[in-house]
């Protein structure tokens, strides 16, 4: 990059480190840590929390599915908006959770559940997570590497190192700065103020690919020039780019309600509004925030697929893909043992001619997978020779030009080393837009759009770091500690977490940050945890019968279901169905299978063969969430002697102890219609005014035009160069509106509320118990409130405080505890 794009990228990452630095001064105990004070307003929880979601592994990852897909796939996921826009308006689980004022989801756990079961959710909730981002720096990292153009190593005091080890750990340590300076507090400021600067950034970039490209003669032509079935833009003729039926529509949306609010990487964000209310509308101002965002990142994905496949640029292009494909051999294969096939492949790149020590690797490799598919098909050599006829060594290839430069590359790597072929083909394609991005765009751009990646890479690192850091100290140290922690320690032991989270991320990220199946990783890891937790956070919220008991059988069968099914897929071929045929038992199990699956064909089908798993990604997903309602419902009925007190737990009622109570309203087809979209007593006009310009733009427009399309076409069907039109309007033409008017509304919004949450912080108050302790299903905040209430007295509870005022006393902490002593006054 040019000079002038480092200072563009070093200004605006000062600003936010200058404003963290000033924010740090209102942390004054363990809420403001974790929650920020639960002092939040709507713009700073929207803007913060959509910086804070999207990293730039999520970049990477849309950069490469709209690479693959373009839009047609896309198309199909407006089936579900409906569903997802009624749990968006009433805020499903969002709002109740907040209620409960829990600051983690294992402090709910324990307040709904019981101890035993928040350490054992934590602990396979933090091995989840912890492992699951412990990749994201090496994604960042690399691609920071590609887009920069910077080199795999440098010198320092005579010494090489490598640039992408410096970058993690230079990145990761700002991101621990931030967090160590004041938790949740500086997290939520700075991804504020991220967002708010982001915004013009956003703008300058269209506007200058909207210049440069064109969509009519460049960008959907290329687009248009697929193979049927693989359309980029049709979305009636995409049978070959994966599995499609209604079957898989309804699984997702079944996921999308059983497993709302299950991955807790942002979990810092789920209880910092100041009432519930105001976590509800944040998720509703969310669905107005994107704008520019959006359509930049689908924008740079369809041009680089433009630009390094249209006609206009194939020069460049190629040139690209010569730079990539060495860059990556390098990075891949940079050790002594690989230094023959650099050399010859070195050649090959720079020649486009395969020399012949180059063609007797591939030919090797060749015929080493030739032997290795008669072996699997149990065929002898001397029948295959009968029965193939040889190919020529030097046939032509296939493929376009660029993709038969990949699979040389590949091929002359498997005759080294199988595993560093396959990384280097998801290398190539995970940089392949990031490296085009950084030849198509001049010196400035450049530069704005290297500071929004450090942008999401930061936002993204602190976010998670201080989630899993914090469900590690507060479900699995905390519950098992029998004296309370003082808030100096316990925010020590935070920071030393958190610290410890980003050591084992770098140390991850640099030894196996080069995965070869990176979507089996994130899988693997999330399903861990994902595999059963739905349940327990959703009835756990909404039913008053569910128990400890159905919580541990869902969590542990959905858990085990899951890593199995995906373990399943994985070992098949090679160990699972060679076992079943050394012993006997392919038929029994085809039969098995098939008698189960009948009922629902064509739509689920499961055959068995030697080459396929015969229970598909999406169906064992569906299995699994059956299985885990089955396990909760069951266990809990069987176990339940007496309803759970929610009202105790979400503040309702007597209980009630922040923002306004709701008002119940009579029945009738008004106050239903209200509640569907969620609106109540505490609504203001400007309240109901965002909540109907979302519905009538979210299932007016967004999912009325999806039902008219579908019409027009099961009559007329649309040509291609239709449904690029409709894209084009639709993504850049009515996105662009809508990015002017929220680009203005949230900067606005946004340095408003920022300071408004400066002055909250200022004035609250906090207290010293609220520290995520649970008593009795109650939390150690709460425990005054209910012993007057309900007339009781918990014993328990003030064996602790009398333990915690003895440990302030011994550090001489004169101010937590006169605080404490107010708060058992009170």
């Not at 807790?264 to 925030?289: C, D, F, V």
Request: charged content about 15%; glycine content about 8%.
């Amino acid at each position: 990059m040019h000079w002038i794009d480092w200072i563009i990228v070093a200004i605006p990452l000062f600003i936010v480190v200058f404003i963290g630095l000033k924010s740090q001064r209102y942390i004054k105990g363990v809420s403001d840590f974790l929650t920020a004070g639960r002092v939040a307003g709507r713009y700073v929880m929207a803007v913060a929390n959509g910086e804070a979601g999207m990293g730039l592994i999520s970049l990477v990852a849309i950069f490469e599915m709209y690479y693959n897909s373009g839009f047609a796939l896309g198309f199909w996921g407006a089936i579900a908006a409906p569903i997802g826009l009624v749990m968006g308006l009433t805020g499903f689980c969002v709002y109740r959770f907040r209620e409960t004022r829990a600051m983690t989801m294992g402090q709910f756990f324990e307040m709904r559940y019981s101890k035993s079961f928040r350490i054992f959710a934590a602990i396979l909730q933090s091995i989840s997570g912890v492992i699951n981002y412990a990749i994201f720096p090496a994604v960042g990292a690399r691609c920071l590497i590609y887009f920069c153009g910077l080199p795999l190593q440098v010198e320092i005091l005579g010494l090489m190192f490598p640039t992408f080890g410096l970058l993690m750990a230079g990145f990761l340590g700002l991101a621990v700065f931030i967090i160590m300076l004041g938790g949740q507090i500086t997290i939520m400021v700075t991804d504020c103020v991220q967002g708010i600067l982001s915004y013009p950034m956003y703008v300058i970039i269209v506007i200058y690919i909207i210049y440069k490209f064109s969509w009519f003669d460049q960008i959907a032509p290329t687009l248009l020039d697929r193979a049927a079935g693989k359309s980029m833009l049709n979305p009636y003729d995409i049978a070959q780019l994966r599995d499609f039926n209604l079957f898989y529509i309804l699984i997702g949306i079944f996921s999308n309600i059983l497993n709302r609010m299950s991955w807790a990487g942002n979990q810092g964000y789920n209880a910092a509004a100041i009432t519930p209310h105001e976590q509800k509308m944040a998720n509703i101002l969310g669905s107005w925030r994107a704008g520019f965002s959006s359509m930049m990142y689908i924008l740079l994905a369809v041009a680089a697929y433009a630009f390094l496949n249209h006609a206009d640029f194939a020069k460049p292009a190629k040139e690209v893909r010569t730079v990539l494909a060495a860059k990556a051999l390098d990075d891949v294969a940079g050790a002594e043992q690989f230094k023959d096939v650099r050399k010859e492949v070195g050649a090959y790149l720079e020649t486009g001619k395969i020399s012949p020590e180059l063609q007797v690797r591939i030919d090797k490799v060749k015929a080493d997978e030739k032997s290795e598919k008669q072996k699997e098909m149990g065929l002898s050599s001397k029948s295959a020779e009968k029965t193939e006829s040889p190919q020529p060594s030097a046939a032509k290839d296939p493929r376009p030009d660029h993709e038969g430069m990949l699979h040389v590359v590949q091929t002359a790597l498997k005759s080294e080393d199988k595993g560093r072929a396959v990384t280097f083909g998801t290398i190539f394609n995970q940089m392949r837009v990031p490296m085009a991005l950084s030849a198509m765009l001049p010196v400035g751009i450049t530069g704005i759009l290297c500071a929004l990646m450090i942008f999401l890479m930061v936002s993204t690192d602190t976010t998670y770091m201080h989630s899993w850091g914090s469900i590690i100290v507060q479900d699995v140290i905390l519950p098992f500690r029998r004296k309370p922690f003082t808030p100096h320690q316990q925010l020590l032991l935070l920071r030393l977490v958190i610290a410890g989270v980003a050591i084992f991320a770098f140390l991850f990220s640099f030894f196996f940050g080069q995965i070869d199946f990176i979507i089996m990783f994130f899988t693997i890891t999330g399903a861990i945890w994902l595999g059963g937790a739905g349940p327990c956070i959703v009835f756990g919220l909404y039913w008053k019968r569910g128990t400890s008991a159905g919580a541990f059988g869902a969590l542990i069968g959905g858990s085990t279901l899951a890593v199995s099914g995906i373990l399943g897929q994985k070992y098949w071929v090679e160990l699972i169905y060679p076992w079943l045929l050394n012993h006997g038992m392919v038929e029994p199990v085809r039969t098995f299978l098939q008698t189960v699956a009948a009922p629902f064909n064509p739509y689920v089908v499961w055959t068995v063969n030697p080459d396929k798993f015969p229970i598909n990604s999406m169906e064992i997903y569906f299995i699994t969430m059956v299985v885990t309602l089955v396990l909760y419902f069951g266990l809990s009925l069987l176990t339940r002697r007496e309803p759970f007190n929610m009202d105790r737990m979400l503040h309702r009622g007597k209980y009630h102890r922040e923002g306004k109570e709701v008002v119940k309203e009579k029945l009738s087809f008004k106050t239903v219609f209200k509640s569907l979209i969620g609106i109540d007593s505490q609504y203001t006009t400007g309240d109901k005014a965002l909540t109907w310009s979302v519905f009538i733009w979210s299932f007016g427009w967004g999912f009325g035009s999806f039902i008219t399309l579908i019409i027009w076409n099961k009559i007329s069907p649309w040509p291609n160069n239709w449904w690029a039109n409709w894209f084009f309007f639709c993504n850049f033409i009515l996105a662009g509106i809508i990015g002017i008017v929220s680009t203005i509304w949230f900067t606005i919004g946004g340095t408003v509320d920022l300071n408004r949450l400066f002055k909250r912080l200022r004035e609250n108050e906090f207290n010293v118990l609220d520290d995520g302790r649970v008593i009795g299903h109650i939390s150690a905040d709460d425990v005054t409130l209910v012993e007057q209430k309900d007339n009781i007295i918990i014993e328990e509870a003030h064996i602790e405080e009398a333990a915690l005022e003895q440990a302030l006393a011994e550090e001489h902490d004169e101010t937590d505890l006169e605080n404490l002593r107010k708060h058992e006054k009170e």
